[in-house]
């Protein structure tokens, strides 16, 4: 493989790893309304599962406040109960059109909690990363073996992998940092 494709996989791969953790990261509930809280949430209609946002709209018309509105009345029930289901720890209030979900304050004890799972998210990501980087270091290594890198360009190509890495991680933590300072603002 050619080594310049392959620094361009691993940076691909390591940029997908980040989009996956802020992906998550919007998922952590912070106090503020937000559609992507719920939006992936797996609700059984119709037989099969299918995910909320392709069932409903999903709209935050106050800073506090979600709104559901199912495409199909039909299934109002279905993500009513999937919502209770779920570990928001939210109650959906319904009106028989809608289902509004209120944010409540969150306290200073969930706060804490909801810091530590988002920072074992970051953990989790930096592994990926980690994993991202050895398996570019591994296919170098390998290219050396086959004789079509030198040991000059072998050394060249591991620390261009080790840039990448180390801007990965660094993104890593001003992203936890972000994400931190937003939850435990009251």
Not at 131 to 137: F, H, L, P, Y
Request: aromatic share 2%.
């Amino acid at each position: 493989m050619d080594p310049e494709e392959l620094l361009m996989e691993t940076e691909d791969g390591m940029e997908k790893t980040l989009e996956f953790m802020q992906h998550e990261f919007t998922a952590v509930r912070t106090g503020k309304a937000s559609p992507a809280l719920v939006e992936n949430l797996d609700v059984e209609a119709y037989g099969s599962t299918m995910k909320l946002k392709a069932m409903a709209l999903i709209t935050a018309p106050e800073a506090r406040l979600l709104v559901i509105q199912p495409f199909d009345q039909g299934t109002l029930k279905d993500i009513e109960r999937a919502l209770k289901e779920s570990r928001l720890g939210i109650n959906p209030a319904s009106d028989g059109k809608l289902i509004r979900l209120h944010m409540p304050e969150l306290s200073q004890e969930r706060r804490i909690e909801l810091a530590k799972q988002v920072k074992q998210m970051a953990e989790e990501t930096k592994v990926r990363v980690r994993g991202v980087r050895r398996d570019a270091i591994d296919a170098l290594r390998k290219g050396q073996k086959a004789g079509d890198l030198t040991e000059d360009l072998l050394h060249d190509h591991e620390a261009e992998v080790q840039k990448l890495t180390d801007k990965s991680v660094k993104t890593i933590d001003e992203t936890l940092a972000a994400k931190e300072a937003d939850i435990m603002k009251v």
